[in-house]
């Protein structure tokens, strides 16, 4: 699954520290979602979905091997 995270957090100026403190989350969970190393779960892709003002789409996309399975 590629994400958009990364650049949706530097248009808004934060690290990964500061969305970690917004969202409840560590900093090295924000940054495995960014590398693309950990597939958030559905309550926490909707907490950035709501601090960021855009839906979950915006984020997050499959890839061609995931919409296989």
Do not use: A, R
């Given at each position: 699954m590629k994400n958009k995270l990364k650049i949706e957090r530097a248009i808004l100026d934060l690290?990964?520290?500061q969305l970690a403190d917004k969202i409840g989350v560590s900093r090295q969970t924000i940054n495995s979602i960014e590398k693309n190393r950990f597939v958030p779960s559905t309550l926490l892709a909707l907490?950035?979905?709501?601090?960021?003002?855009?839906?979950?789409?915006d984020f997050f996309e499959l890839d061609e091997e995931d919409k296989k399975q």
């Open positions: 690290t990964q520290e907490k950035l979905s709501m601090l960021f003002g855009k839906s979950v789409n």
